[in-house]
């Protein structure tokens, strides 16, 4: 081939139409390339791997299951997402390529020559997606097809739908209504536009595919006066218009129904909703605002915010059962003197004498059942999302079975932070619906199973289709209103996953654990305001709110907790939802929304783990509170530390070998290491605590090892079934199975 021929024929693919739009996207709207970039950058496990993101477009979840429907759903928002891509890109794009107007099927033909970028993307989530099923998720060749086909089959349908209703020739009612209301040239009227508005700049091509996929020549369309283009063009503009609409109201509606399973469309699909809507909004932006754009992103902005500041909308959560509807007088105040007065030395004194007492009771039992010297245990479960609480249930569990059930008898607190106390607490519910005959095989693998079971798609579908959408969708709990969020999906799933048995209330547990029959909980909290940590318990607990030195030598001390009940007295605060307890003991930072109290000022709970990850605060402050009963009454003292992570475990040292690492390291030091750093804090503490107990004291630790090293379960609300057989064969791992010969010596 002569370099004429070659030149010629190089000039000919440059000049195709969908080269040229792909050059005019990054050229012009690499905003808009956002959307396509973070779809990438999450499904190669780029973007939010610590929340599980990409397993909500690998493996959705539909009913519970990933299945055939779940990925046909799926297929279906990816293709509301990507002709949100065809008509924001085609609006704005239009006036760049007025001759597309003569053709026959004008948008049909724009969508063809516009689907580089979308065939590309579904050739690789297709090609990820088969990978992540068969290597994580163990799926046979058959269900990865089926799954496959259900994907491709949703995707058409949509865009076939499309196709047939906002752009076919005919009109009706609805879509006559909707174009008229939002004719863009009522609104472009309205804007002052200047030269810079104006700019010449048609696409120059020679060839584009036409309707029938048949590559053509520009000059085989047909000449028509501009006037008639434009009004071709503005009329595809208002039918794209009433699609978007379309999309808002559907996860608008998407939302309200929010509590119905089979309306429940997989996390991924809202999502790739909502992703359509903003990309909506960033093209409207773009095509009315023009050279205002920057100055209108600005006002939306400030806007936003007023709305936050007046509490239109507030991005914080509620503590379900709690009444926030007390007159303001009667709302706490949160400040250091009124602390102070609250948690004085008489209610110290006062508490630890309450719990000495439940301690007594627990005692009596354990010598009725042939125990003189009973063993004592106290739990500390580490955080660490649905990973935590597998491996927490897990390990009390097989524990549990091999101790001859002397280790729930035995054991007086758990305490601990995020997912860690969510498998601790389903863990005592289990037990204690057993005792009261209400189930009747103890170690059933289905309640292994239920803690297991997937919470992430419910929070991340609320966050696209309630919290995003419609922030003023209302529900109804022991009469009280409260605000439907991502936090509320969230406890709703958790007590569907785990057959009700979380469905109760922080007062229900009360009775229980001052007669000894079931171990007493700490759920604990991080009060954002000043750091202090919150503590969430049946029993009041206010000799744990501040040292014991202070009592006598301190005019001004320090406190350093708060008893949630104590401060909330006249709130209902055993009517608060254990759920709501886990959840404000599991806020992560994102995933969940902080959680605001009825106090004056308002007091903003997130995840105990920024306090204390592991619980060893406040189970070595218990153990000191109440060391002199603990030398006079009880054998072998054990401390058992469940933890989601290896203790010893060192991080390799990371260079800064570029400017980013030079840069990031310093900023994130303390978000990437402050499990490490609590870790080796924890070690001075543990240091002095057998001096505490009489020499008795013994350190246990379970933690989960990963069968391959650095490849441990994703920090999230979700596991893979790779995942769940990883943590579930970690209690086999030798350093566990000689922890566990330990503490079944200990029991007897």
């Not at 053709?103 to 590309?120: C, D, E, G, H, M």
């Not at 058409?156 to 209301?181: E, H, N, Q, W």
């Not at 400030?302 to 303001?328: C, E, Q, W």
């Not at 989960?704 to 579930?728: C, G, R, W």
Request: hydrophobic share 45%; net charge positive; with cysteine.
């Amino acid at each position: 081939m002569s370099k004429g021929a070659l030149r010629n024929r190089i000039r000919h693919v440059y000049y195709f139409l969908p080269v040229q739009l792909v050059i005019l996207h990054f050229r012009k709207y690499q905003l808009l390339l956002f959307f396509w970039l973070i779809l990438v950058a999450t499904v190669t496990g780029h973007f939010a791997s610590h929340f599980g993101a990409a397993t909500l477009f690998l493996a959705p979840e539909y009913l519970g299951s990933v299945s055939f429907y779940s990925m046909f759903l799926l297929g279906g928002a990816m293709a509301v997402f990507t002709m949100s891509w065809h008509i924001t890109t085609f609006i704005i794009n239009a006036h760049r390529i007025p001759y597309m107007g003569a053709a026959r099927q004008t948008f049909l033909v724009y969508v063809i020559n516009n689907s580089i970028i979308p065939i590309v993307f579904l050739a690789f989530y297709s090609f990820m997606s088969i990978r992540f099923q068969w290597y994580y998720e163990h799926a046979d060749v058959k269900f990865i097809l089926v799954t496959q086909l259900g994907f491709y089959i949703g995707f058409m349908l949509v865009v076939v739908f499309s196709f047939a209703y906002f752009f076919r020739v005919g009109r009706d009612l609805i879509k006559t209504v909707l174009t008229t209301i939002t004719n863009p040239s009522r609104i472009r009227d309205i804007i002052p536009y200047d030269a810079l508005d104006y700019e010449v700049d048609i696409i120059r091509v020679d060839n584009y595919f036409t309707e029938t996929l048949r590559v053509a020549h520009c000059d085989e369309l047909e000449r028509y006066h501009p006037r008639m283009l434009n009004a071709v063009l503005r009329r595809h503009h208002r039918n794209a218009i009433a699609a978007t609409i379309f999309a808002i109201v559907l996860l608008f509606m998407l939302g309200i129904f929010m509590d119905q399973p089979v309306l429940r469309i997989p996390a991924g699909g809202g999502f790739l909703i909502f992703f359509a809507i903003m990309m909506g909004i960033v093209g409207a932006v773009k095509y009315f605002l023009r050279s205002w754009e920057l100055l209108g992103w600005v006002i939306i902005g400030l806007l936003l915010s007023a709305l936050v500041g007046r509490h239109v909308f507030d991005l914080r959560s509620i503590a379900f059962g709690v009444n926030y509807h007390t007159p303001k007088s009667e709302q706490p105040e949160y400040s250091h003197d009124h602390l102070v007065h609250l948690f004085d030395k008489q209610r110290y004194e006062q508490d630890r004498a309450g719990e000495i007492a439940r301690l007594e009771r627990w005692k009596s039992k354990r010598i009725a059942a042939g125990d003189a010297k009973p063993p004592l245990v106290v739990i500390s479960i580490s955080g660490g999302g649905s990973r935590a609480a597998y491996w927490a249930f897990r390990s009390m569990q097989y524990a549990d079975s091999i101790t001859g059930k002397k280790l729930f008898s035995n054991t007086v607190l758990i305490s601990g932070a995020s997912g860690g106390m969510m498998g601790g607490a389903y863990w005592r519910s289990v037990h204690d619906a057993y005792n009261n005959g209400i189930i009747k095989d103890l170690y059933d693998p289905k309640y292994q199973a239920n803690i297991g079971k997937d919470l992430l798609n419910a929070i991340i579908f609320s966050f696209a289709s309630v919290d995003l959408i419609n922030p003023f969708n209302k529900i109804s709990i022991e009469g009280h209103s409260y605000t439907k969020d991502r936090g509320y999906a969230m406890e709703h799933e958790l007590v569907n996953n785990t057959g009700s048995m979380l469905d109760k209330t922080l007062g229900d547990f009360k009775k229980e654990e001052a007669n000894g029959d079931i171990p007493a909980m700490i759920f604990n909290g991080t009060i954002i305001n000043d750091g202090r940590k919150l503590m969430m318990s049946a029993q009041p607990v206010a000799y744990l709110t501040r040292p014991e030195w202070t009592l006598n030598d301190s005019i001004d001390p320090p406190i350093d907790a708060v008893d949630f009940a104590t401060m909330f007295e006249k709130q209902n605060p055993y009517s608060l939802r254990i759920s709501s307890a886990i959840r404000m003991n599991a806020t992560f930072p994102f995933i969940l929304p902080v959680v605001r109290l009825p106090s004056r000022p308002i007091i903003n709970v997130m995840d105990a783990g920024m306090r204390d990850n592991f619980g060893t605060e406040i189970a070595s402050r218990y153990l000191f509170a109440m060391r002199h009963w603990i030398a006079e009454n009880t054998g072998n003292v054990i401390f058992l530390e469940i933890r989601d992570t290896r203790e010893g475990e060192m991080h390799p040292p990371e260079e800064q070998s570029s400017l980013g690492s030079m840069i990031s390291d310093p900023v994130f030091v303390i978000q990437n290491k402050w499990e490490v750093f609590q870790s080796y804090y924890h070690g001075y503490l543990k240091d002095y605590a057998p001096y505490i107990t009489g020499g008795k004291l013994r350190f246990i630790s379970l933690e989960y090892v990963p069968e391959e090293k650095d490849k441990s379960a994703a920090l999230n609300f979700h596991l893979t079934q790779k995942e769940k057989m990883d943590i579930y064969r970690s209690i086999y791992y030798p350093r566990n199975q000689a922890a566990l010969d330990t503490l079944k010596s200990l029991l007897k």
